[in-house]
């Protein structure tokens, strides 16, 4: 209904780590094509704690009716690409990827870079968290949806690249 929103965020805080890269990996598909009124947004980012949920801080992929983009937000200012070349067969899984980088971040769909954002002059890192929950957000605003649409996540995986850690995960971890 209208100005309704549901989220899902992971109580564990994934960092930005210097000259490594930050992975999210996320396996999913859309019951449906991009509908008016209707914002779908996945990936490692702060959520706003009440309706409608809007992403504060993080990188993320968005849905609308104009199509699939990938979003930097550093403290609620957004740097957004725009509407990748890419149309989804329905109920099809994909693998979206998220390559946090301190001066940059890409956007990948099933091994096919789609965009990269450059840090925005004047920041250190793409968003203004040292690290970041995975979320899930999806909201209808601004009217009724125009159909319904769901986004269905089957499984997610964040990893850490570059570093050479020579500790066990375990003590890593704590």
Sequence with gaps: TTTTGVQFTTYAEFPILGVSELYGEF????????????????????TATSNPYAPSDGVHFRLTSTGLFGVINSNGSE??????????????????IIAVHERSVEFWIDDVLYATIATPVGQGQP??????????????VGGAAGSAISFVLNDYTVSIGGPNIALTSCRQQA
């Design 27 to 46: 396996e999913g598909s859309f019951s449906a094509q991009p509908t008016t009124n209707t914002i779908i947004d996945f990936g490692l980012m702060r």
């Design 79 to 96: 740097t957004t690409t725009s509407a990748f070349d890419f149309t989804y067969t329905l109920n099809h899984k994909y693998q979206f």
């Design 127 to 140: 968003c203004m968290s040292s690290s970041l929950p995975v979320s899930v957000r999806h909201a209808i």
